[in-house]
Each structure stands twice: as structure tokens, then as C-alpha cells.
């Protein structure tokens, strides 16, 4: 601070970086808006796209629903599926009914921890039979659809029976849930849909 030189030194050398401060300090929007006016293709600046497929996201839910403890918790996941399905409107539901049919008898119902146990078993029917019923068959799918639906499943339990092999079959709480919402079906359709429909074949 005694020296009059050293001090001098030292002021030039502040003066000189808040100039060059300034200068880059107005520099610099410019240069952020040449940068964000011309953005790469295909990307969107501070956003990341993240998809799942349907399939995937119901194989994630039957995850949560089989290695769960807890039956509040596959309650909610119940519940999640049915969010799912009603987001999803009555054109998609039809549109993706055999996807969701296979998942839930073949990931849920015939799944070694829950078909293992008598109790978890009743139970995931039960959520099959909501989820079919209530939510599919009563607020979603149109006329058209649910014969659709029936045919769906009578050619997947027909499958099912001639297909070789034990690894293959449904459990008979899924057996059991096929044909009370085929029973449904015909019961909602009526007159509109004949025993020859839903025939199986021989």
C-alpha cells in the first residue's frame, strides 16, 4: 500500500479485467440467442423424451403386483391399471384388448407368486374380473368391440387348451375369469350376438 508504483500496477491490471469482463458480458446474449434461434433437428433445447411402450408399461405394473406384500399395495396397482385403461379411451382399449387379455391371465393370474398362493389367487380374479368387467366391458368398449372381445377370448382359451405342454396353460383361476367375462359379454350383447359365435372349434 506504501508503494505508489506497485499500486499502480495493480489498478491498470483491475481496470484492464473489468473491461474485459464488460466485453464478454455483452457478448454473450448475443451469442446465446444466435445459439438458441437455429437449435440442432430433432431436439428440443433442456428436454429429455422418455417413451415407454404399452406392453411395457403393464409389464412393469404386473412386477409391482406380483413381488408385493402388501394387499393395499395391490389394490393401488389395480387402480393404476384402471387409470391406465380409461386414459386410454374406448378406441385404444379395443384396439390393444388382446395385449391386455394375455397380460393379465398370463403376468398376473399365472404368475408363480401369485397363483402359488390360494389366497393371492382369489384375489388377482378378482382384480381380473374389475379390470374386465367393470372397467373394460361397462365403460369402454361399444357393441362392436365387446363382440370383438368375446372372440378374443374364446380363440386364446382356444389356444390355450390345444397348445402341448403345461407351460403353456393357465392357471384355473385364469380359466375361471375368461369364461365369467365371456358370460358377461354374451349378458350385455344379448340378442345381438348368437351361441354359434362363441362356439369353440373342434
Known sequence: MTDPKQNEVLNETNTRESKKRK?????????????????APGKVAGQVVFRLEFH????????????????YIRNGVALSYSTIFKTMGGNSASVNYSIILNHLFSEIAAHPLVGDERFRALEARRHIDYLLGHVLRRQLLIEPAKMMAIRAITDTLQQKSTRGGDTDAW???????????????????GSAVSLEQVRFRS
Open 171 to 189: 392357471p384355473t383361476e385364469a380359466t375361471v375369469a375368461a369364461l365369467t367375462e365371456i358370460a358377461g359379454l354374451i349378458q350385455d350383447l
Open 23 to 39: 466485453s464478454a458480458s455483452a457478448s454473450k446474449p448475443e451469442d446465446e440467442d444466435d445459439g438458441s434461434a437455429s437449435p
Open 56 to 71: 411395457e408399461i403393464l409389464r412393469q405394473l404386473s412386477i409391482i403386483y406380483a413381488r408385493s406384500g402388501s394387499r
